[in-house]
Antibody, heavy 122, light 110 residues
Framework: EMQLLESGGGLVQSGGSLRLSCAVS????????MSWVRQSPGKGLIWVSSIGGGYGTHYSESVKGRFTVSRDHSENMVYLQMSSLRAEDTAIYYC????????????????WGRGTKVIVSS | EIVLTQSPGTLSLSPGEKATLSCRASQSVSSNYLAWYQQKPGQPPRLLIS???IRATGIPDRFSGSGSETDFTLTIRRLEPEDFAVYYCQQYGISPLMFTFGQGTKLEIK
């Protein structure tokens, strides 16, 4: 069974840093692009960052320059290093997997972790 | 950037009725790269439909997706109690910068 398990969330002061981790199981991480999606309390879904199988990375404008996504195939892990955190970064962060092996299309998300909550206090 | 607008914001129906949810794009969605997700309280979203009309693994056939270019529809025929949730549409494609979600439609029990 394909699973994603996030960890690393918590309460942090504005300007601080956190590293989120996503443990991958049940599939070959190297075959798939992975992304992070966040959801602020009571709000909708917002794409944050993606990393391809070839390690190409992409970021939304709101986090570019502050967040860094990475992956470790040997450890079956995906990471999101977050720095210069702001109150508006408060959200549940979901690690998500593309539906199909990467083929040039960044696909729909078929597997979601349960999320890890980040609270940034001002 | 393509903006996805979902309507209605809230839809109140009874079990057994048919639900029709709309997702309108500000520009044409290439190759029908349009997905639908269901989210229940306290749970992560679940993929229902990709490619505008292809049901994901394990999704009941009462869920169907249709549409093209700028107008897409999620139809749920004969609503079951477990179908009452929030539904999001999402665009995807040749760049992750295309990953945008609609604002969601809440399907509630009448």
């Amino acid at each position: 069974e394909m699973q994603l398990l996030e960890s690393g969330g918590g309460l942090v002061q504005s300007g601080g840093s956190l590293r989120l981790s996503c443990a991958v199981s049940g599939f070959s991480l190297s075959d798939y692009a992975m992304s992070w999606v966040r959801q602020s309390p009571g709000k909708g879904l917002i794409w944050v960052s993606s990393i391809g199988g070839g390690y190409g990375t992409h970021y939304s404008e709101s986090v570019k320059g502050r967040f860094t996504v990475s992956r470790d195939h040997s450890e079956n892990m995906v990471y999101l290093q977050m720095s210069s955190l702001r109150a508006e970064d408060t959200a549940i962060y979901y690690c998500v997997k593309d539906e199909t092996p990467y083929n040039g299309i960044w696909d729909a998300f078929d597997i979601w972790g349960r999320g890890t909550k980040v609270i940034v206090s001002s | 950037e393509i903006v996805l607008t979902q309507s209605p914001g809230t839809l109140s129906l009874s079990p057994g009725e048919k639900a029709t949810l709309s997702c309108r794009a500000s520009q044409s969605v290439s190759s029908n790269y349009l997905a639908w997700y269901q989210q229940k309280p306290g749970q992560p979203p679940r993929l229902l439909i990709s490619g505008a009309s292809i049901r994901a693994t394990g999704i009941p056939d009462r869920f169907s997706g249709s549409g093209s270019e700028t107008d897409f529809t999620l139809t749920i025929r004969r609503l079951e109690p477990e179908d009452f949730a929030v539904y999001y549409c999402q665009q995807y494609g040749i760049s992750p910068l295309m990953f945008t979600f609609g604002q969601g439609t809440k399907l509630e029990i009448k």
